[in-house]
């Protein structure tokens, strides 16, 4: 066993902290006051290589592995988890799937832009009325003639409004259940697919989330992504993925939780000393420390086996419940350390805190984490 980044790894990590620390951290708080989009700083992310990490260097990516990917998505939301669900969306819920279940044909058209980040992806599977319960869908998809009709409304979409390209899910088969669903790329400009409104947001505020509509949507046959009725698998092995993306955004959010509250302790004083000479306050930081390293051990365990093509469904949700709630803990206990400074907008704790809650909801609540990890010991 081997607790130490490779050379590569750490160059990688020097690399993206100086991106975050040096560009994204700037307009960070005027962004998500603004809720605007972080164009510039994606546009600079595809440009590093970080919109198609492990992406086949034959498709425009970057070759790299699992860990590597979750250094830069931590990095990247260590300063703004905005930025980073950005990145992790197109990397792991959008190249991937394209990669791991398109024909060369899709591969070529749509998973090349996407990786050098010339172009931005989505993924809907989450509507109006099914959220946890996925394969409860209502979006049908009608093949007519050689063309599929899509029909419905996706909810939740991260990207949704800046996205060019959008993986969706729909019944071929309404009948089926969750053997009746496929998955289908497709674009924004095509005819009766329209963006719907921003949703107004507690956190992640610079990143954009909308609904989407599909009405007798036309799309190819070639757009289907792999086999008709195989969509709901395709979906869940894709978030499985995912859920690794999130668990490096959750820790990124803890780290910078943490990294901020030890800098703001070792310089505010009481009591005629600074706040981490008390011990109330450093056990604080123990348990803060403790969390987040066990939790980002368990999410490179989770890479380290989707790396080594191993099943790792029941590590990856273990890695995000331990991160999404290490998450929302350090973030809390952030603002606590900093007291009133820190419920006000002055310091960057009060953004990370409202940040964390949303990883303890999307690709999956910690109730379904749960339940994927329950499932898993006693059938
Ligand atoms: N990999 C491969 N196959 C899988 C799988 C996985 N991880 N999980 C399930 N399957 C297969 C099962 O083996 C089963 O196959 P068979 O029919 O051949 O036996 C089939 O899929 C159905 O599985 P279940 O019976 O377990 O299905 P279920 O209806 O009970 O639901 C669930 C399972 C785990 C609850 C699933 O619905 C789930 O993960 N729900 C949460 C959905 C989610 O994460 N949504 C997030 C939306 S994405 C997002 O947040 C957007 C964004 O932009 C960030």
Redesign the pocket.
Known sequence: MDFMLTEEQKLIQQTAREFAENEVAKDAAERDQKEEFPAAHVKKMGELGFMGMMVSPEYGGGGMDTISYTIVVEELSRIDASVGVVCS?NNS?VCYGLEAFGSEEIKQKYLMPLAIGEKLG??C??EPGS?????SMKTTAELRGDHYVLNGTKN???NGKNADYYLITAHTDPTAG??GISVFVVEKTFPGFTVGQKERKLGIRSSDTVSVTLDECRVSQENLLGEERQG??IA??T??GGRIGISAQAIGIAQGSLDAALQYARERKQFGKPLADFQAIQFKFADMATRINAARLLMYQAAWKKDHKMSY?IEAAMAKVAASETAVFASTEAVQIHGGNGYTKDYPVERFMRDSKITEI???TSE?QR??IGRALTH
Do not use: H
């Open positions: 969306v819920l989505a993924f599977l989450s959220g946890s319960d996925a394969s939740w979409i991260t969750n053997r709901f698998k869940m092995k978030l499985d469904s999307y690709e999956g379904i339940l994927v």
